[in-house]
T-cell receptor, first 113, second 114 residues
Framework: SQQGEEDPQALSIQEGENATMNCSYK?????LQWYRQNSGRGLVHLIL?????REKHSGRLRVTLDTSKKSSSLLITASRAADTASYFC?????????????FGKGTKLSVIP | GAVVSQHPSWVICKSGTSVKIECRSL??????MFWYRQFPKQSLMLMAT?????????EQGVEKDKFLINHASLTLSTLTVTSAHPEDSSFYIC??????????FGPGTRLTVL
């Protein structure tokens, strides 16, 4: 079942600006992942943050996780036109004991050159 | 890195025909694979879990007789959309976990049913 909710659903920014996307989820998790999808293409894994971590960085990406609020944020700094894509968070269910992921609804990011 | 392939990348078929989509893990073995469906501008919805050597597990609301899944080997799962109708037109994506925290996604198959 779909449990993640991202906001905003769509975000349009100028190149060079920062983009922040948020994700909320409902169940207890082992980890939360962020994926990127270019239009009509498959998913590319961006970053994974474990439930015992609060913040993680990877290049221009910064992810935070607040398990008490069951929410996460993805920050892309100094955005580029090539960052234009849809971004999804995905969570596992720590109670399910499987590899299964549940995806959020996604945020469509448009970076204007 | 690990790669998951899908074939075909796109297919157009007439209503009532069956379409088979293959998902292969190219350099690792996957006892479990997942099949997702994604409608335009929407998120991925898990359809079923494909299990090597046993029956697939379907999510609620997914017709197992319409979406046949066969996990024939440790590197291949197939999804057959039987008697396809226009409402089955969608983007189908498979994934295969390589570990508990790492899952690789195929590039997707766009199905258009006329």
């Amino acid at each position: 079942s779909q449990q993640g909710e991202e906001d905003p659903q769509a975000l349009s920014i100028q190149e060079g600006e920062n983009a922040t996307m948020n994700c909320s989820y409902k169940t207890s998790i082992n980890n939360l992942q962020w994926y990127r999808q270019n239009s009509g293409r498959g998913l590319v894994h961006l970053i994974l943050i474990r439930s015992n971590e609060r913040e993680k960085h990877s290049g221009r990406l910064r992810v935070t996780l607040d398990t008490s609020k069951k929410s996460s944020s993805l920050l892309i700094t100094a955005s580029r036109a090539a960052d234009t894509a849809s971004y999804f968070c995905a969570t596992d269910d720590s109670g399910a004991g499987s590899y299964q992921l549940t995806f959020g609804k996604g945020t469509k990011l448009s970076v204007i050159p | 890195g690990a790669v998951v392939s899908q074939h075909p990348s796109w297919v157009i078929c007439k209503s009532g025909t069956s379409v088979k989509i293959e998902c292969r893990s190219l350099d690792f073995q996957a006892t479990t694979m997942f099949w997702y469906r994604q409608f335009p501008k929407q998120s991925l919805m898990l359809m079923a879990t494909s299990n090597e050597g046993s029956k697939a597990t379907y999510e609620q609301g997914v017709e197992k007789d319409k979406f046949l899944i066969n996990h024939a080997s440790l590197t291949l799962s197939t999804l057959t959309v039987t008697s396809a109708h226009p409402e089955d037109s969608s983007f189908y994506i498979c994934s295969a976990p390589i570990s508990y925290n790492e899952q690789f996604f195929g590039p997707g198959t766009r199905l258009t049913v006329l």
